[in-house]
């Protein structure tokens, strides 16, 4: 191995010690929490060295997105392939997206709430953006049904997940009835 492999193998170990820090300190304490100075001190790391990689908490945020869209993607495709016929496959596929935002609701967060300076539906959108949001597609566009556009049915489908996902975690909807939701959502919105 070369220097400069052995320096490019350093740096991405390093680049992965920030994010992964910032994410397990953003679902410990929130967000607020991380700063560039208690990820320098966690890591053990100056904060110029922190600054070669990221330019700031705003970039760190979108790394964390990307990573958790990447893991998003990963999660429902694996739901949806363990399911048999289009009605199983989008309950799960609603299921596994429910569940992600509630397991990882500081990453949930960096990819919808929180300004990380990425871009969404535009061309410079980043690959793993596209790909959570085609394995949504992949999915939900069978079931558009006659003369509905499959992005449009998908997005619809994803705000809908979206707004279930910010309403529960914010307790504004009773807990108990979160299957019923599901249910009314896949059976209502889909045309299975």
């Known amino acids: 191995m070369s220097v400069q492999e052995r320096k490019q193998r350093e740096r991405a170990d390093r680049e992965r010690l920030i994010v992964a820090t910032a994410r397990e300190l953003a679902e410990q304490q929130g967000w607020d929490a991380v ?3 208690r990820l320098a001190e966690r890591i053990e790391y100056s904060q110029p060295v922190l600054y070669s990689h990221f330019r700031g908490k705003r970039e760190i945020i979108g790394a964390v997105a990307l990573e958790g869209a990447g893991e998003m993607a ?5 739901a ?3 399911a048999a016929g289009p009605h199983a496959r989008v309950t799960a596929l609603a299921r596994a997206y ?3 935002a ?3 609701p500081a990453v949930y967060d960096a990819m919808f709430q929180l300004d990380g300076g990425l871009a969404f539906a535009r061309e410079d959108t980043p690959e793993p953006l596209k790909d959570a949001f085609a394995a949504l597609l992949e999915c939900l566009g069978e079931v558009a049904g006659d003369g509905v556009h499959p992005g449009l049915f998908t997005e619809t489908f994803w705000a809908a997940l979206h707004g279930l996902a910010t309403l529960t975690r914010a307790g504004r909807l009773p807990p108990e009835h979160a299957e019923r939701r599901v249910s009314l959502l896949v059976d209502r919105l889909a045309v299975l």
């Open 35 to 37: 700063t560039t100075r």
């Open 74 to 78: 990963v999660a429902l495709r694996a």
């Open 80 to 82: 949806t392939s363990a």
């Open 98 to 100: 429910l569940d992600f």
């Open 102 to 104: 509630e397991r990882n």
